[in-house]
């Protein structure tokens, strides 16, 4: 966008539309650079007690290892569904309202099976009556991903499923507002449920978690390439080349990332930096609350308003804060 006219400033409004934020690019280049550090530090932790002296080789190995591989559209479906209905029965520890509907998982159809993303939530209709939405796969091309982790089912449920269906069962908002949709919010939390996955004791595994690092480290990855884009006048070149060094997202999915950040300029920077201020909001709560800290309470004042510009829901929750500390809050 920078070689268009008034390029910078059609970047910044780009970026301020989809992260809902008044952050300039240089400060989310200069967040996404820290967060690819921090969680490559964690990742080599994991391949260092495994027993691998550098992330590439642990990637290969991984690569080479059928054990970490699905074969098959009924394995991984089965697996999902298996991690879906461990989850289930702990998401009381996390929530006080749940949605009515139950969310299903579905294999995505085979004629969309090529273009289809590795995983999707289809959000159901506004009823209560049977499945809220389903949470569909492709085949196994991709399919390490899933056994190194299973990382995107937290996406699914609690993510995007409960998300998405308390909104639509808020009777309280307008219509528009049970449907309204800001990426910044829908995929922050979606993102911020695979940590939650983490915290109630998912990913026990180092291979799982593992695999969660990998899927946080390309939205981090996100955050430095898009800018590095359309603000600092990166190269195509230069952003393949920190893909490769700082991932192992095979080419074909390289150069289909790539491809996107040029054209849907801000879009990707939404995911991380909605994860990273709900996550700021919730240790803002968990410091000024100290033991009247609830993490339910939490959850359901940042769901319980429908999907939110990231400056909204700071205020939402500010006001939560004061309503607890003070006995008021419903």
């Given at each position: 966008m920078w070689s268009l006219p008034d390029g910078p400033a059609r970047y910044a409004t780009a970026v301020k539309r989809s992260t809902t934020t008044a952050m300039?690019?240089?400060?989310?280049?200069?967040?996404?650079?820290?967060?690819?550090?921090?969680?490559?530090k964690e990742m080599k932790v994991i391949a260092g007690k495994l027993g691998y002296d550098d992330l590439k080789s642990f990637n290969a190995a991984i690569e080479r290892d059928p054990k970490r591989h699905a074969h098959s559209r009924e394995e991984i479906l089965e697996i999902y569904r298996k991690y879906l209905a461990g989850m289930k029965p702990q998401l009381p520890k996390l929530f006080g309202r749940l949605p009515k509907a139950d969310v299903e998982v579905d294999a995505v159809e085979k004629f969309r099976e090529k273009e289809a993303s590795g995983a999707?939530?289809?959000?159901?209709?506004?009823?209560d009556r049977g499945p809220g939405g389903s949470w569909s796969t492709r085949g196994p091309r991709v399919a390490k991903d899933h056994l190194d982790g299973i990382h995107g089912v937290p996406r699914g449920s609690p993510g995007h499923h409960?998300?998405?269906?308390?909104?639509?069962?808020?009777?309280e908002l307008p219509p528009v507002r049970q449907q309204t949709f800001y990426t910044s919010f829908a995929e922050g939390w979606a993102l911020y449920s695979e940590r939650l996955g983490k915290?109630?004791?998912?990913?026990?595994?180092?291979?799982?978690?593992?695999?969660?690092?990998?899927?946080?480290?390309?939205?981090?990855i996100r955050?430095?390439?898009?800018?590095?884009?359309?603000?600092?006048?990166?190269?195509?070149?230069?952003?393949?080349?920190?893909?490769?060094?700082?991932?192992?997202v095979d080419e074909v999915e390289v150069q289909s990332e790539t491809d996107r950040y040029i054209s849907w300029p801000g879009q990707a920077l939404a995911y991380k930096v909605g994860?990273?201020?709900?996550?700021?909001?919730?240790?803002?709560?968990?410091?000024?609350?100290?033991?009247?800290?609830?993490?339910?309470?939490?959850?359901?004042?940042?769901?319980?308003?429908?999907?939110?510009?990231?400056?909204?829901?700071?205020?939402?929750?500010?006001?939560?804060?004061?309503?607890?500390?003070?006995?008021?809050?419903?």
């Open positions: 300039t690019p240089d400060e989310i280049h200069a967040i996404g650079l820290s967060e690819v550090a921090r969680i490559e999707q939530y289809n959000q159901g209709p506004r009823t409960l998300q998405i269906s308390i909104a639509q069962e808020l009777e915290d109630i004791g998912f990913y026990k595994d180092p291979y799982s978690d593992y695999g969660r690092l990998q899927d946080e480290m390309l939205r981090a955050l430095v390439v898009d800018t590095g884009f359309h603000s600092k006048k990166w190269t195509r070149d230069q952003v393949v080349a920190f893909f490769h060094e700082h991932s192992a994860q990273m201020k709900i996550l700021e909001l919730r240790e803002r709560a968990k410091k000024e609350l100290g033991g009247k800290f609830d993490i339910r309470r939490f959850h359901d004042a940042v769901l319980g308003a429908g999907a939110l510009p990231m400056d909204v829901l700071e205020a939402r929750i500010n006001a939560w804060i004061a309503a607890e500390k003070s006995g008021k809050a419903s």
